[in-house]
């Protein structure tokens, strides 16, 4: 599936889901590096995370997108991370959701979601009152609570600016400001459904 998906647009102007399992691979593999964890792996995951939305199982059940991709890659003879990565990628997707259960699905995971979050912000799409067509505040959650929840010792900064430098001229370091502006929103909310007073956070993250 993987040279196929060039052929199907992620955003028509941030290019196909070949480009983008591209700039997934190459974040997984950063991220790999912040977190000392298997970076060739890491990066595999990456670029075969999105090749089973081109199956026909898929197409017919949406839902099911990511977990046939780690049965295609066990089927194939993948790993057993990349194979753990590319059914977990998409998680956390709710509220409540489980977290990735290993370290390079957490890597494919976070890369999936800063993707999104930097791209859709470098066009000027960025989510307004009700309207979120792209998921972002939810792409913003899931990035939150992985790194929280699972007590990362990560730089948020660098590994914004990574996802940045995967766009190249498309994204820029306001951009990368922007998205992470953006992310201590969402972590204010975070903190609020957990009956952290509003003031409370002001005053630390101010």
């Known amino acids: 599936y993987l040279p196929d998906l ?4 992620f955003q028509k102007k941030l290019g196909n889901l070949a480009d983008r399992s591209q700039r997934l691979s190459k974040l997984s593999g950063l991220i790999a590096k912040q977190l000392d964890t298997d970076v060739a792996q890491a990066e595999r995951a990456g670029l075969l995370a999105k090749c089973d939305l081109l ?6 059940f949406p839902k099911l997108q990511g977990v046939m991709g780690g049965y295609y890659a066990k089927h194939d003879g993948e790993s057993a991370s990349v194979c753990v990565a590319m059914t977990q990628h998409y998680l956390p997707a709710y509220a409540g959701d489980d977290l990735p259960s290993e370290d390079v699905a957490t ?3 976070l890369a999936d979601k800063l993707d999104v979050l930097v791209g859709i912000f470098s066009i000027g799409q960025k ?8 998921g972002l505040r ?6 939150v609570r992985i790194l ?3 007590q990362l010792d990560i730089n948020v900064a660098e590994l914004i600016n990574n996802a940045v430098k995967t766009y190249g001229d498309l994204a820029s370091a306001e951009i990368g400001q922007q998205v992470f502006d953006y992310l201590i929103e969402r972590l204010k909310y975070y903190y609020l459904d957990k009956n952290i ?7 630390v993250s101010e």
């Not at 989510?127 to 792209?134: E, H, M, R």
């Open 138 to 143: 939810r792409a913003a959650i899931g990035v």
């Open 55 to 60: 199956s026909d199982m898929v197409n017919e």
């Open 6 to 9: 060039k052929n199907v647009i």
């Open 197 to 203: 007073a509003a003031k409370l956070f002001a005053a």
């Open 107 to 109: 890597c494919v995971a």
């Open 127 to 134: 989510p307004t009152g009700d309207k979120d067509p792209f």
């Open 148 to 150: 929280l929840e699972k």
